[in-house]
């Protein structure tokens, strides 16, 4: 087994996959007579491919234990997915480039918990990870028709052992 190196997410790194969904990188405004803050366009859903539309849904993410063995990755050809944690945990986000229509190299990031991820679309992921305790995530992601899901296994898993 291939042991994972948990990296620091930042923007660049997480580029070739998607985008950071940090507060701290988001256009600011105040809106509502000055009592708002608003963390502008933190992602642009990439959900039109066959007639997709928007939904936000609330996810609830079972803890994984560690060492944690990563078989399969998963990609959505037709629409972007994104993930905002709202239970302020540490996760972590696993993806891949492809190669060939496979997912490659996995890398995982060490998400804080008050940041999110947009999975670009069509981009090898993980499943979603928490950390420690059950979590919550909004998550925007696409619905309508098409096969909008594609799962591959690894020949070996590779291993996270701390997150």
Excluded at 5 to 29: C, H, I, Q, S, Y
Excluded at 81 to 94: H, L
Excluded at 100 to 107: A, T
Excluded at 137 to 151: P, S
């Amino acid at each position: 087994m291939d042991e994972l190196e948990l990296e620091t997410l930042t923007a660049k790194e997480f580029a070739p996959f998607g985008t950071v969904l940090d507060r701290d990188l988001a256009e600011k405004r105040m809106i509502n007579e000055g009592t708002t803050e608003r963390f502008h366009a933190l992602a642009a859903a990439d959900i039109g491919a066959e007639g997709g539309q928007a939904i936000l849904s609330l996810f609830r993410g079972r803890p994984r234990s560690f060492p944690y063995k990563i078989t399969m990755m998963e990609r959505h050809p037709l629409g972007s997915q994104a993930f905002f944690p709202i239970t302020n945990r540490v996760w972590v986000a696993v993806v891949a480039p492809d190669d060939d229509g496979r997912p490659g190299q996995p890398r995982a990031f060490r998400v804080p918990g008050d940041v999110g991820v947009q999975y670009a679309r069509n981009v090898w992921h993980h499943p979603l990870i928490a950390v420690g305790e059950p979590s919550l995530f909004v998550v925007m992601d696409r619905e309508g028709d098409g096969d909008n899901l594609e799962e591959i296994g690894y020949p070996a898993p590779y291993v996270i052992n701390e997150p």
